[in-house]
């Protein structure tokens, strides 16, 4: 009898373990997840005029049409910074499989780089490719 209940309390300190350590790993993704918010919505650009609809796979951060985005993240998607103003795409650099798009805030100068969408304008990315607009 005494063994069984040896037994139970091994059992059941083992499985408070596992908890515990389950409910550490979910505070770390949370914690992880605060840097990147995902906003994935519908909006007009304000540039081009273009109806922007929801990207579907991942936050859409600029204008498939114009590639222009917005300067308005500190992090990905945490809408923190209080700039605003129009990100112009500059430059396009390589990035694993993809491509990244260099912006310019046309308000306080600040460079961002955002990884192209699968619907966005590939013509678009080609000219800038091909023109580059230097930073400086
Ligand atoms: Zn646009
Ligand atoms: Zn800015």
Do not use: Q
């Not at 209940?5 to 949370?30: D, G, H, P, Q």
């Not at 796979?57 to 049409?65: G, L």
């Not at 103003?85 to 650099?93: F, M, N, W």
Request: proline residues 4%.
């Amino acid at each position: 009898m005494e063994n069984v209940t040896r037994t139970l309390i091994i059992i059941v300190s083992n499985n408070l373990r596992k908890c515990f350590l389950f409910y550490i790993i979910i505070a770390v993704k949370e914690m992880e997840s605060k840097k990147f918010t995902m906003i994935d919505e519908p909006f007009i650009c304000e540039v081009c005029g273009e109806e922007v609809k929801p990207l579907g796979y991942t936050a859409r951060d600029h204008c498939p049409f114009c590639l222009s985005s917005k300067h308005v993240d500190v992090n990905p998607g945490d809408r923190l910074e209080e700039c605003h103003g129009v990100l112009k795409p500059i430059a396009i650099e390589k990035f694993k499989d993809t491509f990244k798009i260099i912006y310019k805030c046309e308000k306080c100068g600040k460079i961002r780089k955002n990884v192209m969408a699968k619907d966005d304008n590939f013509d678009k990315i080609l000219e800038i490719m091909a023109n580059p607009i230097n930073i400086d």
